[in-house]
């Protein structure tokens, strides 16, 4: 079976889809000749699958949830972050657009060690992009990203049967971190279970953010073995759904302050 970076369903065609409308304008009429009036509810969410060059081999991925809790993978520069935005403080502003602010860590993703930590701004069009990250670094770097809103991929039911299996590794899908994962194991009753190349193994669970959003949550993951004593893992994850040439996938970050694990699995 054929594999490619992100899998199919991450082409041009399948990944540009038309930006949905994010703004629902009420019109209001006034009885006894009156005017009528204008009210404009903002869909604030962050939530949404973010991608750019995902038809080059230095693919950009980002997952938020609904919450804000989130990731970004860019391997043109083997780089991962995880990030929480803030969505109780979420500003609208008068293009349609909601400002957010978060904070952030950086990862190597060769090492999968933190680099450092700092502050996000983040601009988003709710359910329709683009979404803009801007970071600024207590190392002093910073850097910013402008990523395309994935309908076809988020805006997708989701749930436990939709994710259960075993996966393994794709031949060439995106991994971060000193040690790679080697397996993923997912049952029908929301367990998690994982093992690396350094012996490791994790145990958690994991559950769909929303039924009507393609977004899982990694919770309450442990890592036991020799030298193996991570506390506070968690992350997020997305399902890639197969295509006539392609297995399903699974692309999920695993992170506390410590260090990041970054991959692209294949449900066989």
Not at 17 to 32: I, R
Not at 35 to 56: C, E, H, K, N, Q
Not at 74 to 83: Q, V
Request: charge should be negative; aromatic fraction near 6%.
């Amino acid at each position: 079976m054929e594999d490619n970076k992100w899998g199919d369903i991450m082409n041009r065609n399948l990944l540009r889809p038309l930006l949905l409308t994010a703004a629902m304008v009420l019109l209001n009429g006034c009885g006894g000749g009156g005017g009528s009036g204008i009210s404009v509810a903002v869909d604030t969410s962050p939530g949404g699958v973010f991608s750019a060059d995902t038809t080059t081999v230095t693919p950009k991925l980002a997952l938020i949830t609904e919450a804000g809790a989130g990731w970004l993978y860019d391997e043109s520069t083997h780089r991962g972050f995880a990030f929480t935005l803030d969505v109780a403080h979420a500003i609208s502003q008068s293009d349609g657009t909601t400002q957010l602010s978060g904070t952030i860590t950086a990862y190597d993703e060769t090492s999968g060690a933190p680099v450092s930590t700092g502050t996000l701004q983040a601009t988003v069009k709710g359910h329709a992009g683009p979404l803009t990250l801007s970071y600024a670094l207590a190392n002093s770097t910073s850097g910013s990203y402008t990523l395309s809103y994935e309908s076809v991929l988020y805006e997708q039911p989701s749930g436990l049967s939709f994710v259960v299996g075993s996966y393994t590794p794709s031949a060439s899908g995106a991994t971060g971190g000193s040690a790679q994962l080697t397996s993923v194991t997912i049952s029908g009753t929301g367990g998690f279970a994982a093992s690396d190349t350094a012996g490791c193994s994790y145990a958690g669970t994991i559950a769909a953010v929303s039924s009507v959003y393609n977004a899982y949550q990694l919770s309450g993951i442990s890592q036991t073995g020799t030298g193996c004593s991570a506390t506070g893992l968690g992350g997020q994850a997305v399902v890639i759904p197969a295509t006539a040439t392609v297995a399903q996938q699974l692309t999920l970050s695993i992170a506390n302050a410590s260090q990041q694990l970054a991959a692209t699995l294949t449900r066989h």
